[in-house]
């Protein structure tokens, strides 16, 4: 017989959530863990066989008929426990309640499906249809549902994450996952892959995972402080459908439009299947150009499509492949001015991103002989052109000896060969800054688990990256009444960066005591990397000075990063876990011109997080809630800084760091008509060691705060459901965020320095769904807060607001 254990002890009805067309003895196993009950089973009883979809809050023995529906096998009770075998003539145990009250997500967290509530970490898991009943299909909107995700922008049409106060610059402190590939920005010039994320719109996708915490040992490097995970949805091997929806809105004034179609075919009955999404949304524009005289100037528009291809080549072999592609443009900044009100910008040159993704995947699945074997085979491509405001930098310098000496090579100026220097650095004013950017990366990745219950689960895994990225960095004069670029003036400066980073890595978890109440786990993760790194000035610079940009460098780094978890059930639906891990990232070496030595290379940081959690279920699990509490050290803390002529950013280590963290969630069933939830995020990162230096500016001292970490993020949640007279449903939803307060640099009142956040958001949304359609009305921002989110570090600084009060209507139709 196979065993898959849990408490003997389950509640009258339990949450389900397993999907359609598992192999059954994964689907009973499944089973077994949502429903708190020991299931038995010979193995050549299930072989072969499949399982139904199970979804809702079911009393178990209902949940087992729907699962077992239509396989010629029975259950019945046994010792205590359910035992399944060939069908007899039986009446089928009737359905308690079908309706699903509280929402239960299976999630990929520790690369194998478990259910949300039941995963021992920190993490909030939100379902497809979720985020859409939030009206979620942006990373900015998404960001609302998820407190502690900080999402800072970094530049037009570029954003950082970041979790649990690790904000800094470098590689990724926030992994971002497409299904199972990593995929991050590139080096650039300031060798910061993490500084601009390659978002795809969230449509059509079955859920999203938000990691907390360090997650080394399966996600890599890159996941310092946690990971931010999209799971596409994949095709449906047994039904045809067709869905179609569109929104309208308007915001500030101006209109937008969004559409998106969905098809799923397929092509050999529960063999292979085609699933199309095709998608376009258009943003309108709310930011207003002072200085050129220009209205609207930040419209945006993104257009993408998706194919998902399936195959089942055996009951326990599947290939899943995907095909992505994203074009997108942002018309301009999105950035006020320090001086002036959110919707205003002075900039004195236009700055649009222009964004080019395509991204490849195929997955393979094998189950065989209690084992299951994961590989994947991915690549992307993400060409790019960013633009920034480059005026700010050449006022700065219009006086500068220096500068003065290297334009006309000489040992001393003059006051006339500077007026002389000034007079060319004001024909080269205003400026911009244009950097088309090239990066292709390849990914590899197998794993090896054990696929049947028992004492013992365990994962080995081996893991491949390539990456290069190339850009060519100009400095353009622009035509100060169109604030475009005079292409007739050449370039003020050229350079090109060439990087290349190789990181190979193996992994592996163990959990002890996986059948019984209490376990332990214990995982590491094995790594290496090498950075290659070349610049070239083409046209030297004599402004910001990049004469010395000619370089050729290597870099390698090699280390570990380990976890310790122990958990314990305390009855059925509720636990508690202890952990240690560990995050890691390497170093590496700054491109800009001219550092001291000692600033040249910076060096890998690493941190410890230690964390306390607990997750349970009250009133027949109609009350979920889960916290954690942890505190993180953080050494030799990678940060920007930047050079003394404020020209150049580069990357130094800050020393230490440390964070005091609460995580709290919880939903609440008050009748099959109404629920909701809210959630809390308590975040206090400070630094323990002095930066303050002569060699660059924006560092900080002991007992300075983390920027753009806000100590306070929240946001709660309620839905009312009712049916109409004429049989149609109603869905009445609200959502409220806030983001606290915290400060632009390290030095509150400082050169720079701005009050961040402090504001609350609030969304509102109807729909009225009747057979195969839906109409909705909604309403985003309806207070119109419009206090700054983040300030960037440009000369002069630019704040960013959330986007102004918007509302419009929704349609949907699918058959």
Known sequence: MATASA?????????????????????????SVQSDRDILFAPGVVAGLRGRAVHGRLAPGAALDELLEGSGLAWREFEGRFLI??????????VVEAASEVEGVVVTALRRPTLERLTPMSMRALSG????????????????????????????????????????????????????????GPSGTTSDPGGSAPELLLVDVDRLELLRGPQGTLYGASAMGGALKVVFRRPNLSQTRLSFSGEALASAGDWGEAQTLVLNRPLVDD?????????????PAYVDNRRLGLEGVNASLVEGARVGLGLRLDPDIEVNLTLAHQESRDDDTSGGAQAAPPDISLNYVRTPFDSRLTFLDGALAWRFSGLQLSANLAGYSWKSVRRSDYTGTLLSERRSPDGCRRYLQVAGCTPAELDLYSAYVDSRAPGLLSQPIDLRATVQEVRLGSDAPGFV???VGAFHELRTDTIDSQVLAADPATGLPDEGKGFTGRRIVDSRLTQRALYGEATIGADRDTSLTLGARRFEYDKRTGGEALVVNVISNTADANFRTTAGEEGWSVKVLASHRFGPGMMGYAQASQGFRPGGINTVPN????????????????????????FDNRLLASAAVYRIDWSDMQYTANSTNGAFSFITNLGRARVYGLEAETSLVLSPQLRGGANLSLTDAVLTKDQASNDGIGLGAAGDRMPVVPRVAGDGWVEYRRETLWGAELLLRADASYVGASRSTFKAGGPGDQKLGGLWLLNARAVLKARNWSLGVFGENLTDADRPVFANTARPPQLFAPRPRRVGLSVAYSF
């Not at 075998?85 to 009737?94: D, L």
């Open 271 to 283: 063999k292979v299947g085609l699933r199309l999404t095709a998608y376009r949304r258009s943003e």
């Open 85 to 94: 075998e060939k069908a007899a003539s039986r009446p089928s145990a009737p």
């Open 129 to 184: 249809e979720e985020l859409a009943r939030a009206g979620a299909a942006t990373f900015q909107q998404a960001g609302a549902l998820l407190p502690g995700l900080t999402r800072a922008n970094t530049g037009t049409g570029r954003h950082r994450f970041s979790l649990r106060g690790v904000y800094g610059s470098g590689e990724a402190t926030t992994a971002l996952y497409y299904d199972d590939v990593p995929v991050t």
């Open 7 to 31: 408490s003997a002890a389950a509640p009258a009805r339990a949450q389900f959530a397993i999907p359609a067309g598992l192999p059954l003895d994964r689907a009973l196993t499944a089973f």
């Open 457 to 459: 689960a365990w994962t």
């Open 595 to 618: 550092l001291p030595p000692n600033l040249a290379s910076y060096g890998a940081d690493s941190l410890w997080n230690y964390e306390l959690g607990f997750k349970g279920g009250w």
